[in-house]
């Protein structure tokens, strides 16, 4: 059982989920089948905001159950999983704002990567000890 990781892969697929509704409804209103349309900004963005997420969540979430069928305390797969979510909600508020840099940008992409660094070497050690 990984009842800590199942929590936070529900999180995180709402999350695909809604950045998804989102582009098919920019899709719709802007009538692109395919691509991100000549000039769409907006909906290059969405596209983006979807990709980027679909490209982080999935190792991520790996660790977090990696760590679980390891047995991590359970206070350190939260942290984990939050720093996750959290990073997946920020960053795109900052991409839809503005194309360029922005703070929710910035740090929703930081508290992801804290997953993608702290995790492996946490990881390593339960495996080896």
Same mark, same amino acid.
């Given at each position: 059982?990984?009842?800590?990781?199942?929590?936070?892969?529900?999180?995180?697929?709402?999350?695909?989920?809604?950045?998804?509704?989102?582009?098919?409804?920019?899709?719709?209103?802007?009538?692109?089948?395919?691509?991100?349309?000549?000039?769409?900004?907006?909906?290059?963005?969405?596209?983006?905001?979807?990709?980027?997420?679909?490209?982080?969540?999935?190792?991520?979430?790996?660790?977090?159950?990696?760590?679980?069928?390891?047995?991590?305390?359970?206070?350190? /797969? %939260?942290? &984990? $999983? #939050? +720093?996750?979510? !959290? *990073?997946?909600? /920020? %960053?795109? &508020? $900052? #991409? +839809?704002?503005? !194309? *360029?840099?922005?703070?929710?940008?910035? $740090?929703?992409?930081?508290?992801?990567?804290?997953?993608?660094?702290?995790?492996?070497?946490?990881?390593?050690?339960?495996?080896?000890?």
């Amino acid at each position: 059982m990984i009842p800590v990781s199942a929590v936070y892969i529900a999180l995180n697929a709402l999350i695909l989920v809604a950045l998804g509704v989102l582009v098919v409804r920019e899709r719709w209103r802007s009538g692109v089948g395919l691509g991100m349309g000549k000039g769409d900004s907006r909906l290059a963005r969405l596209v983006r905001c979807h990709a980027n997420a679909a490209e982080y969540m999935p190792l991520s979430l790996l660790l977090i159950v990696a760590l679980e069928l390891m047995a991590a305390p359970v206070w350190l /797969l %939260h942290i &984990f $999983g #939050l +720093l996750l979510t !959290a *990073g997946r909600i /920020l %960053h795109p &508020f $900052g #991409l +839809l704002r503005s !194309a *360029g840099a922005s703070w929710q940008r910035a $740090g929703g992409t930081a508290l992801t990567w804290h997953v993608l660094i702290l995790a492996p070497p946490v990881l390593i050690y339960l495996a080896v000890t």
